[in-house]
């Protein structure tokens, strides 16, 4: 697929090297001709330097043809006009990024009115993620399908959690919860295991099941945490403001800190139901004078990603009871973050990527199947897509056992009505039924790449 990216910032660095991963034709442009080279020598694409929302520019990159355009620069503005400009040179679908508040409510009119095919703002997409941590604290990461019906938890093995040392096909006999270990990462190393893989301490696993079900999986090996009623947040961003109206909705008692005064007055305008406090939230005397230990989850949202990390580690250890949760922006920082156990952590470029890698897998859609839901694990090592099922694909009527799948993939569940089944396998996958794959090879398009001899799989 003939695809633009417009801006070279974490959002638009990220999307060029994924799907200039999976295959997909990429012109990139960004003014700094510098950040246009690297990315050219780093990726197989082509650059142009300039501004992507004029006609030149545009006409150059080849706006005639392409099938998308990804507008991800730093002005809400900017990216609007680009997508409206490549849209009447003749670009089948647009992507803006938008991230201002005030633009929030006018995504209908920019979608219908202005035939915008998307937008997409990576800070109320990570507050979002982060809200439903907050209602599921057990697990570090949270995915959801099946329209909330289904999740994928992320949880770390310590040493005394009874899974340590355990066969996978032992789990079900041993907790009696209908899930399934979908993914294990081990240091840097992701499997899509088998019955017989055996989990080890400091394992992050994956583990796909109804809320109930995890709940009642995490209670038998110890890693059930209470409800959050009570949230500390640190830093005033454009996240923290959606993340708190999101929270106060609910009814949580939500206490921001914000170290810059005209930034804590607007946040305090503009959240009623908040309490919000001027001050440093990485002072260790602030966070003690605002009760840090009354607290059930901190979650830290500053724009320094080494503050926000120290803090975490700071609360983790001093406060092990309360919830942490951590934003970062840098992705240099993740392997380091992941081996430090800081709790959940959440980076807003991978939020959002999620959304529009989804939206261009589901443009490819076959007749058999279409992309419903698409989620990167664990650093984006491993993919989990929720497929819709229709009468065309090959794979229906067949019991899972017969079908000869790709390795380093596993069918983790099916929805079929509003009832989800966690397959073995004699279950087969039937039409109108959704289903949730994992794998650790990207690119999977359509239900039936999960076949080994699919020669559909990494078409064009």
């Known amino acids: 697929m003939y695809i633009i990216i417009v801006g070279l910032g974490k959002l638009g660095s990220t999307l060029t090297k994924q799907l200039s991963t999976e295959g997909h034709d990429i012109v990139v442009v960004d003014p700094d001709n510098s950040v246009v080279s690297s990315t050219v020598d780093a990726y197989d694409v082509m650059g142009i330097c300039g501004n992507g929302a004029t006609y030149e520019v545009l006409k150059e990159a080849g706006a005639a043809k392409a099938k998308l355009i990804i507008a991800a620069t730093g002005s809400d503005e900017l990216n609007i006009l680009c997508c409206l400009f490549a849209k009447h040179m003749g670009t089948e679908n647009t992507i803006a990024r938008v991230r201002n508040p005030d633009y929030a409510g006018q995504s209908q009119f920019l979608r219908n009115d202005l035939g915008i095919s998307m937008t997409v703002n990576p800070e109320y997409e ?115 403001y959606y993340l708190a109206k999101l929270l106060s909705d609910t009814g949580r008692n939500i206490k921001l800190i914000e170290l810059k005064d005209e930034r804590c007055r607007h946040m305090s305008d503009m959240l009623d139901d908040v309490t919000v406090i001027h001050g440093d939230g990485t002072d260790q005397d602030i966070l003690e ?44 920082f993740q ?23 989804r939206y261009v897998r589901s443009m490819q859609d076959s007749a058999g199947s279409k992309i419903e839901t698409l989620y990167k694990l664990v650093g984006g090592k491993a993919e989990a897509l929720e497929f819709r099922v229709t009468e065309s694909s090959t794979v229906c009527g067949v019991p899972l056992l017969k079908l000869e799948l790709r390795p380093n993939l596993l069918v983790c569940c099916i929805n079929r009505g509003g009832q989800i089944l966690i397959p073995s396998g004699q279950d087969t996958i039937e039409p109108g039924d959704t289903v949730v794959v994992v794998s650790s090879t990207p690119g999977l398009r359509e239900l039936d790449d999960i076949l080994a001899g699919h020669r559909g799989y990494g078409h064009e």
């Not at 209602?135 to 949270?142: I, K, M």
């Not at 989850?297 to 951590?326: C, F, H, Q, S």
């Not at 380091?336 to 999620?354: E, L, Q, W």
């Open 335 to 357: 392997t380091i973050i992941d081996a430090m156990d800081i709790g959940s952590v959440f980076n807003p470029r991978f939020s959002t990527s999620n959304l529009i890698c």
């Open 126 to 240: 990570t507050a979002n993620e982060i809200s439903r941590i907050i209602r599921f604290p057990s697990a570090a990461n949270l995915d959801s399908f099946a329209g909330g019906r289904v999740e994928i938890a992320r949880v770390r093995i310590h040493s005394d959690n009874p899974l340590c040392d355990m066969p996978i096909h032992e789990i079900r006999k041993k907790t009696k919860a209908k899930v399934i270990i979908c993914a294990v990462q081990r240091n840097d190393s992701v499997f899509i295991p088998s019955g017989d893989f055996v989990l080890h301490c400091d394992d992050v696993i994956s583990i796909t099941g109804t809320r109930a079900e995890l709940s009642s999986f995490m209670k038998q090996t110890g890693v059930y945490k209470q409800k959050i009623k009570n949230v500390m947040i640190v830093g005033g961003g454009r996240i923290a």
């Open 289 to 332: 004078e605002q009760c840090i230990d009354g607290q059930d989850a901190l979650i830290a949202l500053t724009g320094i990603d080494e503050e926000n990390v120290l803090m975490g580690l700071y609360v983790r250890k001093t406060w092990p009871k309360v919830k942490v949760v951590t934003k970062i922006n840098r992705y240099s």
